[in-house]
């Protein structure tokens, strides 16, 4: 039997997300209405696109109703689950799309110049758009280290061929990815000092 | 493993984490991480840096259709459930049986209030049409008064002696669309529905030349209808 809406409203997410896999419409409701904003930024911030966005944040959490039997509390929160399915989601919509490669943030020429012409004026605009958009720990990292963490995370380019876009040695990409994520969290432990 | 050897896989830790590996070499890492306490606990560590990334991007706000949209199709998947448990059980009725029914309901898409182009309706309301897209094929239901009319599009050719037929639910029992549905050289076709009132699902199959009394095969494309 459902669970009311203001029961489920107290429960943590890990207490809804039983009742998901027991097709409870109302605990789905719950947990859309905590994270679907989260959702709906990222894909955003991964497509470029509302359309696309509301598209793909529809289809994740479609896929975590169905699937939410799925969720294992001890690979982490529900939260980062759900965002890990809309991340997904994203880059396999970016991928779908042949000829559309993901947008970029960063001044990057080199990647730019790969792209036939529209293709490069429409990401030109989205990356105006978007500029500044990367804050909080990413924000704060060396340009080189968050411009790899970008591509991969938010663009889905593998580390080779982030290699070939910025004419760089393999090494030195994972290098840097390491690099970045050691100063994130390097951040994040200080805040919680 | 001497520390050497394991400095490569130091290196591809941060690119696995990020999803930057081809998918031989997440095998080949995982195969590694299975056994490699060092390397599980750098992913432990390096975890809440990676859960910070979606966190950091600006934030937007979700149209509100988008709610209103996932929630008639999670309500139509969640009412579906027991009633194709039921129909296992009962063994009764074509939308209930358990190979058509319970899989055409499950897969059943409703967008509610979906902006068809620009300038679409934004608030979701019962007068706005419904879309879904399913098996390639898209279906829009146009309220019309009581009723309104089914379009399909990017249907494929038939083959000889076949038709098109659409389906409506109401109250639990299927009933038929009057009219046959012909795809036209486009690949489309319409027809009317005279009457939508207590219709929670629309769906169209393939049926023999002149129509049947009840559907024989599985829905081609199915929609949800809030109520």
Known sequence: MAVRREKAERLADEELMPLVGRKDAEAFEVLYDRHGGAAYSLAYRIVGDRAAAEEVSQEAFISVWRSGARFDAARGS???????????????????KAGKAPKLDFDD???????????????????????????????????????????????????SEIAQMLQLPMGTVKGRMRLGLEKIRGELAEGLA | ???????????????????????????????????????????????????SLPESVERQEPPPRLRAALMAEVRA??????????AKRRSRGWFLRPAVGF?????????????????????????????????????????????????????????????????????????????????????????????????DTVMVTEEPQGGSEEPTGDAIVTMSVPQ
């Open chain 2, 77 to 86: 998947d969640a009412k579906a459930q027991p009633r194709a448990a039921s």
């Open chain 2, 103 to 199: 899989a055409v309901l499950v897969l059943a898409i409703a967008i509610a209030g979906y902006e068809i182009g620009k300038g679409g309706s934004e608030g979701g309301g019962s007068a706005s049409p419904l879309v879904t897209h399913e098996n390639g094929i898209t279906m829009k239901m146009v309220p019309d008064g009581d009723g309104g009319t089914l379009h399909l599009a990017n249907l494929h050719q038939l083959p000889s002696g076949k038709v098109l037929e659409a389906w409506v639910r109401r109250e639990g029992k299927i009933e038929a669309v009057p009219a046959l549905l012909v795809p036209d050289r486009r690949g489309q076709a319409e027809t009317a529905v005279a009457d939508m009132s207590g219709v």
């Open chain 1, 78 to 96: 529900v939260r980062s689950w759900l965002l890990s399915v809309v991340r997904n989601r994203a880059i396999d919509f970016l991928r779908s």
């Open chain 1, 109 to 159: 020429e080199a990647a730019l110049e790969q792209r036939p012409a529209t293709e490069r004026t429409e990401e030109e605009a989205l990356r105006r758009e978007t500029a500044g958009e990367v804050r909080g720990a990413i924000g704060n990292l060396p340009g080189e280290q968050a411009k790899v963490i970008e591509l991969a995370y938010f663009g889905g380019f593998s580390h």
């Open chain 2, 1 to 51: 493993m001497n520390g050497s050897d394991h400095n490569q896989w130091s290196e591809d830790l941060a690119a696995y984490m990020l999803g930057a590996l081809t998918p031989d070499e997440v095998a080949e890492f995982e195969r590694h991480l299975e056994g490699c306490e060092r390397c599980q606990g750098e992913v432990r560590w390096f975890e809440p840096a990676l859960q």
